[in-house]
């Protein structure tokens, strides 16, 4: 299995979404061993300690020199964002390349960016009245939300839906499907490379 750490900055619904899929069966290569925050009042904290899984907030100072040391202490080897609000240093995904991976709400390349988090990137969808939205698993690299593409599911845009039940509906029906599906076909090729 490959020891991976999720990093979060809020409600932590991708978090659960991977937590009940752990306990489902259905990431056999995946152990969840570390939740970073951060944000201290992160309900993604309270998940983690739900779930028995190590959760640190860690301050803005020093972020990365921290995080350098938990990812070091828990062994870990599969970095996914879920949630996580932070822009990492170029040197930081560098050094992870091909082992960090992140969820984000549209279907990249429309709507992503500096700028594009959270409700805001269904607003932009709203405003632009595309037809269908979804969420994109990528590997992280330097440019925000610009990294390989692992995996996408398009999600229908409703009429009447607000930035609210949009984002709803693609957490629900492609987000908390595709992160749990990425992060498993991730690790096992990890794992499969370091059996060779
Ligand atoms: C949500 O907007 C989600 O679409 C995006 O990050 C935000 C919070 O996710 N991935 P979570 O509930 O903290 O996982």
Redesign the pocket.
Known sequence: MVRTAVL????????QALIDARRGGAMPHVELALVVSSSAGAY?LERAKNAGIRAEYLEKTGFEERLNSLLAEEGIGLIVL??FLRILSADFTRRWAGRIIN???SLIPSFCGSGF???R?HEAALARGVKLTG?TVHFVNEIPDGGQIIAQRAVEVLPGDTPETL?RR??ERA?WVILPAAVEAVAAELEGESDK
Do not use: F
């Open positions: 979060v900055s809020g409600g932590g619904t991708n978090l993604a879920a949630g969820i984000h709400p988090y959270g409700l990137v969420a984002q693609v957490m987000e």
